[in-house]
């Protein structure tokens, strides 16, 4: 089973850079690697997602080594609004419908 | 375009009684999926459809039903509501199989069982 591992909780401050990593040591070749973001009493939002190397759109940045049994979400210059539950996650495998969410990082951005 | 619609919102249910939880998109997503979240924890999947007919477990299904008669529709039925499934139900959907196309997923439905 590919499953995440990631920190529980991670403090920053308004205009730092913050960066997530996940681990996913059982990844498949056919999984991509996909980031949620989730406020209270909301359903998850998709942040961005990768398969290896680099991709980057307008809110974050993804870093995908060769191996792809790590990932690292980058937010530049985060904001009080950021703060919320940041979800890795890789799929099953299984046609992809599987997905396994984990804890996910509780992301605190203070003034 | 509405996305994903989860109702009811909000709903306390006494032991052993029923309800379904409807969910419906209009983006003519071909899977959709029940999660279920408890306080301070991640999502676990409950049940996933794969298209109309189609229906299949996830990792926690015991307690649950699904139907998918419609591509739009994928309804959770809880026959005999225990208190161990208070909880926030999500309902999502995506295109294709969600290992590489986003789910997007309502805004959620808590259920209080008494």
């Known amino acids: 089973l590919a499953k995440t591992t990631q920190p529980i909780s991670m403090d920053s401050y308004e205009g730092q850079e913050v960066n997530i990593t996940c681990s996913h040591n059982?990844?498949?070749?056919?999984?991509?690697i996909t980031w949620y973001q989730q406020f209270p009493s909301q359903g998850p939002r998709f942040i961005i997602q990768g398969y290896k190397t680099k991709v980057t759109n307008e809110v974050a940045s993804l870093f995908i080594p060769a191996d792809r049994k790590s990932s690292t979400l980058s937010l530049p210059r985060v904001s009080l609004s950021d703060t919320a539950v940041y979800y890795c996650?890789?799929?099953?495998?299984?046609?992809?419908?599987?997905?396994?969410f984990g804890g996910g990082t509780r992301l605190m951005v203070k003034p | 375009n509405a996305g994903v619609t989860q109702t009811p919102k909000f709903r306390i249910l006494k032991i052993g009684q029923s309800m379904t939880l409807q969910c419906t998109q209009d983006?003519?997503?071909?899977?959709m999926y029940w999660y279920r979240q408890d306080p301070g924890m991640g999502l676990k999947l409950i049940y996933y459809s794969v298209g109309a007919g189609i229906t299949d477990k996830g990792e926690v299904p015991n307690g649950y039903n699904v139907s998918r008669s419609t591509t739009e529709d994928f309804p959770l039925r809880l026959e005999l509501a225990a208190p161990s499934q208070t909880s926030v139900y999500f309902c999502?959907?995506?295109?294709?199989?969600?290992?590489?196309?986003?789910?997007?997923f309502g805004d959620g439905t808590r259920l209080s069982i008494l």
């Open positions: 996650l890789v799929g099953e495998g299984r046609a992809g419908n599987m997905l396994t």
């Open positions: 059982n990844i498949a070749t056919n999984d991509y």
């Open positions: 983006m003519n997503h071909n899977y």
């Open positions: 999502a959907s995506s295109f294709e199989g969600a290992n590489n196309q986003p789910q997007h």
